[in-house]
């Protein structure tokens, strides 16, 4: 992706969320597919936008995710998405597949849109066939509004513990661009991607073909480099929508602006993909791992998913137990080539091993650090000068509970 050397600013946007953009509007109610809680949502543009969207790298792939991409390719184009929890709809044949189709076609009726104007999302468990009868009535029911933006994340979740939401703004020909987020996710996740859906919208002017393209490179910087339990689910998918409403000229890569803008898409997945992260299931602790000094960035991306998804550091975190040999052992079975002689590693800013010899450190500094809801482990090499960035939590007692009784 092309950079070019010039100050990049990207605000925060207090408080803001996918309805933050111009043009958008959104709803979450509860259908019946689940006790209580609300488990249907809708987003919707008022206009048709472009779309870009990224999927599960799973063989096994759920049939909302194939509606989803015949929907994109007849047009590029996306005015709804229509989202379901409780139910993933994997697994589930071609009765599941007829089933994404009629929830896509009952929300474009609902909307007065074409068929291929929705994309249908769910997640929820695998293995079993959708409540079509409920769905339907909730479709009828749903009305998007431009303050629904917190039922549409409550709509989503599953065994999340929080709603997660993001936007921020930048400026692209002297106008102002606005990008918001909304996901779920929790566990089962190691991306490439995770159980997690991932929304996005931005009232940019760009082709679909130029989303794609900035959409699929930040995926691997930031959703893909996010792990909580080491298991890939049928149904992750990321959802770009760019509306074109701000007014600005059309976004290529040759565009002056197109750093800017392809920082505040990075900026928005890599916050929603820590949001994920930090809300593992069972989670005490977000863990962010910084590995520097590799030949390439795919060996730094490498090393530090392998450190953060490895179960005895994870565990060693939660028990905030500054056991950095459990971190060297893990970067050995990464598939990277480095050098343990000229190994680096700290939790935050105490060094706990040097040029591949154990540092002197106070146990009961690094136990207090470890104990933070926030941890960041650095990892230094001398093979080269390229760096990467992973982001994980701590393994709990907790996660074996949840996951135990998830049909429960």
Not at 175 to 184: E, H, V
Not at 216 to 224: K, L, M, P, R
Not at 325 to 335: D, F, H, L, T, V
Request: hydrophobic share 40%.
């Amino acid at each position: 992706m092309k950079t070019l050397e010039r100050n990049i600013t990207i605000q925060l946007v207090k408080q803001g969320n996918i309805l933050s953009p111009k043009g958008f509007k959104a709803a979450g109610l509860h259908a019946g597919l689940r006790y209580s809680k609300k488990d249907l949502g809708m987003i919707l543009s008022d206009t048709p936008a472009s779309c870009a969207a990224v999927y599960t790298q799973s063989v096994v792939q759920a049939a909302p995710l194939n509606v989803t991409k015949e929907s994109i390719h007849t047009e590029g184009k996306i005015q709804g998405v229509i989202v379901n929890s409780a139910c993933a709809n994997a697994c589930t044949g071609e009765q599941g597949l007829k089933d994404a189709y009629e929830m896509r076609n009952c929300a474009a009726a609902k909307f007065g849109l074409p068929d291929h104007y929705i994309a249908v999302a769910s997640t929820g468990v695998i293995g079993e066939f959708m409540k079509m009868d409920k769905i339907k009535q909730g479709i009828e029911l749903l009305e998007p509004t431009a303050d629904g933006a917190d039922d549409f994340e409550h709509a989503i979740l599953t065994t999340d513990t929080v709603t997660k939401h993001y936007a921020c703004q930048t400026e692209v020909d002297g106008k102002l661009i606005t990008m918001g987020g909304a996901a779920k996710g929790s566990g089962m996740i190691h991306p490439n991607m995770a159980t997690m859906l991932g929304f996005i919208t931005t009232d940019a002017n760009i082709a679909s073909a130029d989303l794609q393209k900035a959409l699929s490179e930040i995926t691997d910087e930031t959703f893909n480099q996010i792990t909580v339990d080491g298991d890939t689910s049928t149904n992750d998918m990321v959802l770009v929508l760019a509306n074109g409403q701000a007014g600005n000229s059309q976004l290529t890569e040759t565009h002056p602006d197109w750093p800017q803008f392809v920082a505040l898409l990075k900026q928005t997945s890599e916050n929603l993909a820590k949001e994920i992260a930090k809300d593992g299931e069972g989670a005490t602790k977000l863990v962010e791992v910084n590995v520097t000094g590799t030949q390439t960035k795919q060996e730094a991306q490498v090393l530090a998913k392998t450190i953060v998804g490895s179960n005895l550091v994870k565990t060693a975190v939660y028990g905030s137990d500054a056991n950095w040999g459990r971190i060297i052992a893990s970067m050995g079975r990464s598939g990277v080539t480095f050098n343990p002689g000229d190994t680096t590693i700290a939790f935050g800013e105490i060094t706990v091993l040097q040029n591949g010899v154990p540092a002197p450190f106070s146990e009961a500094e690094a136990k207090s650090y470890l104990e933070e809801p926030t941890i960041i482990i650095n990892v230094h090499l001398k093979e080269g000068t390229a760096a990467g960035t992973a982001w994980g939590c701590d393994l709990t007692y907790d996660y074996v509970k949840i996951n135990a009784s998830y049909r429960s």
